[in-house]
């Protein structure tokens, strides 16, 4: 069991690290999301950008996989929702060609992937009171802060300020990407949450030793 789920984090992890640095590239340097440019932001896309939710998709699909034939060992209810959401979300944007923006927007929070893969790496290792799994902890409060709570702030402020073109979407698009994003926040949080224990529980052992 604890080969399968190194094997399945090894996957995760390769998955996290490419559609982040494709994410961050697509919304903030390729310029195709730019104000600047003419017509509404929510139906751009590009052959790029439809083939690299293309992967993300493949990765959802086997992780889901995984997750119902192995239940709940590699994660309960709550990571069945998330990638759920999330599969559903990308399908529909590679699909329709619609709200690209927003789904690269919310897969740059696969940025924390590799750092939660290497706390449980680090801990089966038995490495669980080495310096490493320390700052692995305080690096995972760091990212996960800036990229599943700021970022989702931007989002939902740019969604603000583009809610005109958000209107004219397809129905289903409409509603999906007005829903998806808060049920994805609040899980977001509450697992900020249990980060922050986690780590202060390891700061407080350190301390006492």
């Given at each position: 069991m604890q080969k399968i789920e190194w094997n399945n984090r090894g996957m995760s992890t390769v998955h996290a690290i490419f559609i982040t640095?494709?994410?961050?590239y697509l919304v903030f340097f390729s310029g195709m999301f730019s104000?600047?440019?003419?017509?509404?932001?929510?139906?751009?896309?590009?052959?790029?950008?439809?083939?690299?939710?293309?992967?993300?998709?493949?990765?959802?699909?086997?992780?889901?996989?995984?997750?119902?034939?192995?239940y709940p060992a590699l994660g309960g209810m709550e990571?069945?929702?998330?990638?759920?959401?999330?599969?559903?979300?990308?399908?529909?944007?590679?699909?329709?060609?619609?709200?690209?923006?927003?789904i690269y927007m919310g897969l740059i929070t696969e940025t924390t992937t590799p750092g939660i893969n290497l706390r449980w790496f680090l801990d089966v290792a038995g490495m669980k009171n080495s310096k490493a799994y320390l700052v692995n902890g305080v690096a995972m409060v760091v990212t996960w802060l800036v990229a599943r709570i700021i970022l989702f702030m931007y989002l939902f402020y740019h969604m603000f300020v583009h809610y005109d073109q958000i209107k004219k979407m397809n129905t289903f698009g409409y509603f999906l990407v007005l829903i998806a994003p808060c049920i994805i926040f609040v899980m977001n949080v509450l697992w900020f949450s249990k980060i922050l224990k986690g780590l202060k529980k390891t700061m407080a052992k350190r301390h006492a030793e």
């Open positions: 640095v494709m994410s961050v104000d600047q440019l003419d017509g509404p932001v929510t139906v751009r896309s590009s052959s790029l950008s439809s083939f690299t939710l293309g992967v993300s998709i493949g990765y959802f699909i086997t992780d889901i996989a995984m997750i119902y034939w192995l990571y069945v929702i998330h990638h759920m959401l999330s599969l559903m979300s990308t399908m529909y944007a590679m699909l329709s060609g619609e709200a690209h923006v927003y």
